[in-house]
């Protein structure tokens, strides 16, 4: 069992640039897929970066690109979504995402942290 917690959300002009992080508390997240999510109002969920366990990185939305990267520190348990030159796309409520498998369904969410970029 793991318990992540998302922190780092909030308020930002366009061009800005924020870091989310999420904390996990259990296993270490170096042994799971650890992945980062985002919710649009009214719309569906929209898979944005995933950081395997043996460090592998895939990049879902073209829109994100070169602008957001992931990354991981397991002394601290957290991983990490570094988003640069945010557009007001980008609102959203941001979820991180752990599963063991390197493949399939995420088995433990945390409870979203809130990003919003004005124009």
């Known amino acids: 069992q793991v318990q992540l917690v998302e922190s780092g959300g909030g308020l930002v002009q366009a061009g800005g640039s924020l870091r989310l992080s999420c904390a996990a508390s259990?296993?270490?997240?170096?042994?799971?897929?650890m992945a980062w999510f985002r919710q649009a109002p009214g719309k569906e969920r929209e898979f944005v970066t995933r950081?395997?366990?043996?460090?592998?990185?895939?990049n879902g939305a073209d829109s994100v690109k070169g602008r957001f990267t992931i990354s991981r520190d397991n002394a601290k348990n957290t991983v990490y979504l570094q988003m640069n030159s945010l557009k007001p796309e980008d609102t959203a409520v941001y979820y991180c995402?752990?599963?063991?498998?390197?493949?399939?369904?995420?088995?433990?969410w945390g409870q979203g942290t809130q990003v919003t970029v004005s124009s």
């Open positions: 995402a752990a599963r063991l498998r390197p493949a399939g369904l995420y088995d433990f």
């Open positions: 259990g296993r270490t997240v170096g042994s799971y897929t």
């Open positions: 950081l395997s366990a043996s460090g592998g990185i895939t």
